[in-house]
T-cell receptor
Framework: DTEVTQTPKHLVMGMTNKKSLKCEQH?????MYWYKQKAKKPPELMFV???????INESVPSRFSPECPNSSLLNLHLHALQPEDSALYLC????????????FGQGTRLTVV | DQQVKQNSPSLSVQEGRISILNCDYT??????FLWYKKYPAEGPTFLIS?????DKNEDGRFTVFLNKSAKHLSLHIVPSQPGDSAVYFC????????????????FGQGTILTVHP
């Protein structure tokens, strides 16, 4: 099983809403990631979790709040987003070493209205 | 400062011929390189990787070449098939566990490959 599952696939939210993106993997990976991809741009790293601890925060605004409840799950809590936050949000996981490829989920297409 | 560059936004190739996608990088700390394939509205799919101790890695129709002195890598697809049509991203990391950029992949801008039947 090399699958990373993200839910929901699509999400439309207002600027005052609170919502959460979910990510799950069962490959035994201990590193998990959130990336953001805008149209016609490459994915950009937001957060890295290693052994359920936040190890990298790429200066992401606090309206994005990550959470790693256990080694298989990764959430991204969203609150008071702006229209410019509309993007494809990608979750990924990898073995916990620097030489392992990251496996990506299908992404959540987020639209903020 | 774009540390990973794919200078060709698009590439068009005939089915059965070779596709060569190029990538340059500027950060000499990068020591692990990957190629991903991506369809619209989907996540990237891992294709092949290479570490800096090698200069070539092969997997079926896909071969990645690394020239460390030139800070250049390329992906060769032989023979190309229409199903290979997608956006191809080159990515790099410094790969050192515990380093400040551990786990971070830096992506190039992508190259749109179109393989014509």
């Amino acid at each position: 099983d090399t699958e990373v599952t993200q839910t929901p696939k699509h999400l439309v939210m207002g600027m005052t809403n609170k919502k959460s993106l979910k990510c799950e993997q069962h490959m035994g990976h201990r590193a998990m990631y959130w990336y953001k991809q805008k149209a016609k741009k490459p994915p950009e790293l937001m957060f890295v979790y290693s052994y359920e601890k936040l190890s990298i925060n790429e200066s992401v605004p606090s309206r994005f709040s990550p959470e790693c409840p256990n080694s298989s799950l990764l959430n991204l809590h969203l609150h008071a987003l702006q229209p410019e936050d509309s993007a494809l949000y990608l979750c990924a996981s990898s073995q916990d070493n620097g030489w392992a490829e990251a496996f990506f989920g299908q992404g959540t297409r987020l639209t903020v209205v | 400062d774009q540390q990973v560059k794919q200078n060709s936004p698009s590439l068009s190739v005939q089915e059965g011929r070779i596709s060569i996608l190029n990538c340059d990088y500027t950060n000499s700390m990068f020591d692990y390189f990957l190629w991903y394939k991506k369809y619209p509205a989907e996540g990237p799919t891992f294709l092949i990787s290479i570490s800096s101790i090698k200069d070539k890695n092969e997997d079926g129709r896909f071969t990645v070449f690394l020239n460390k002195s030139a800070k250049h890598l390329s992906l060769h697809i032989v023979p190309s098939q229409p199903g290979d049509s997608a956006v191809y991203f080159c990515a790099a990391s410094d790969g050192h566990a515990g380093g400040t950029s551990y786990g971070k992949l830096t992506f190039g801008q992508g190259t749109i490959l179109t393989v014509h039947p």
